[in-house]
């Protein structure tokens, strides 16, 4: 495909990948909240019903979203696939695990009237909400600290870091600001899909996870700056390699994380968005502008998932034990050939999924509410 150059190819990879997680973490990311709040904010098995009924009858499309970001990855980053399936094997084993309780517990949680197999199921959906949340947190985490993988001259990748070594401070705080954003969104999107008491007590849920939130996002922006060495190539990287990460030299420094910043102020467009996206959407929300706030909860997410991609450009998996062997996106990517058609393949087919996707939304938008399971208790989840 000659449409782009190669190095064009890549920036844009780099810019649809940020897309798909950040359409993810949007989309599924709401279901993802909303399934943490699922014990705490209905009282009674109907407010339950009501809850679980925002999200039952699209979770299975906004999941889609995270397939999609997988794929992407193993086809335009395949050594960054290979490094992180190897890697974080178990990490993204919990979060599969996790997942698994979401059909299943849509599916059968409401097949029997026991109380006891319903809040067996509540309990379950929470783990398959917050475990990925937390998860894909603490891997980003990781990420600002550097993977413990490195190549030797074949091109063999080794890991000799353990799973418990992911669970640090740093990477826990990242977990932390990853939860509590999903929740903050699931939050407001309850907000928007419900009324009544289930209503205002997501109102109070999603002001007290978005100020979490921003408390966490600030400590960790804080940490970064003054706490943790990030990396910088030090020679001259040829844009048009492919699949040749140790013909560069890179070092870590203090600060070196923020460096983007200086070199591109506009970059600081990102945190930005990510502070004010939290206020504008808890003042909406008490305000009772639901879809508003709605809106800015998508756009907190935007500036955060932003901020990480900007702040660590060009790199996508430093590596902590060899920081030659750090993958970035000039020397990560498939040939161009590869990029190419796929880049074809997403102009033509990512409008389509965005436009049957608003329909359907369209389609489902309204209250979920007590009366409306009450109506329907045989066909509702």
């Known amino acids: 495909m000659t449409f782009f150059n190669y190095e064009m190819l890549k920036l844009i990879w780099w810019l649809f990948i940020g897309v798909l997680l950040i359409g993810f973490a949007v989309m599924d990311g709401f279901d993802l909240g909303v399934a943490c709040w699922l014990p705490f904010l209905g009282k009674s098995d109907n407010e339950r019903r009501v809850i679980i009924n925002t999200i039952g009858p699209t979770w299975e499309g906004n999941q889609t979203w995270l397939v999609t970001a997988g794929g992407a990855i193993f086809a335009a980053w395949p050594l960054v696939y290979a490094a992180a399936f190897s890697g974080l094997y178990i990490a993204l084993l919990l979060v599969l695990f996790a997942l698994f309780f979401r059909p299943v517990g849509f599916d059968y949680r409401s097949k029997l009237a026991d109380p006891r197999w319903r809040n067996g199921w509540d309990w379950a959906l929470f783990a398959g909400g917050a475990i990925p949340a937390l998860v894909f947190g603490v891997a980003f985490g990781n990420l600002f600290l550097g993977v413990p993988f490195h190549y030797d001259d074949t091109l063999r990748s080794f890991y000799t870091g353990s799973f418990w070594q992911l669970l640090n401070p740093f990477a826990l705080l990242c977990g932390v600001v990853s939860l509590t954003m999903l929740m903050m969104h699931g939050a407001v999107y309850l907000q928007l899909r419900t009324d009544g008491a289930v209503q205002k007590r997501a109102q109070k849920a999603a002001l007290f996870t978005g100020i979490v939130c921003a408390l966490a996002f600030a400590l960790a922006g804080i940490w970064i700056a003054y706490g943790i060495d990030g990396y910088v190539v030090t020679s001259t990287q040829d844009v048009n390699s492919a699949l040749n990460p140790l013909a560069k030299t890179v070092q870590k420094s203090a600060g070196a994380w923020l460096t983007n910043y200086q070199t591109y102020p506009w970059m600081i467009l990102a945190p930005v968005l990510g502070f004010g996206g939290i206020a504008l959407s808890l003042l909406t929300a008490s305000l009772n502008k639901e879809r508003t706030a709605f809106v800015f909860s998508?756009?907190?997410?935007?500036?955060?998932?932003?901020?990480?991609?900007?702040?660590?450009?060009?790199?996508?998996?430093?590596?902590?034990?060899?920081?030659?062997?750090?993958?970035?996106?000039?020397?990560?990517?498939?040939?161009?050939?590869?990029?190419?058609?796929?880049?074809?393949?997403?102009?033509?087919?990512?409008?389509?999924?965005?436009?049957?996707?608003?329909?359907?939304?369209?389609?489902?938008?309204?209250?979920?509410?007590?009366?409306?399971?009450?109506?329907?208790?045989?066909?509702?989840?």
């Open 298 to 381: 998508s756009l907190t997410i935007a500036g955060i998932i932003l901020t990480a991609g900007f702040s660590m450009f060009p790199f996508i998996m430093p590596s902590s034990s060899d920081p030659v062997s750090s993958l970035t996106i000039w020397d990560a990517v498939s040939s161009q050939k590869t990029l190419g058609i796929m880049f074809v393949v997403t102009i033509i087919f990512l409008p389509l999924i965005l436009i049957y996707t608003s329909w359907v939304y369209k389609v489902l938008r309204g209250k979920v509410t007590v009366q409306s399971i009450k109506d329907n208790t045989h066909t509702a989840y």
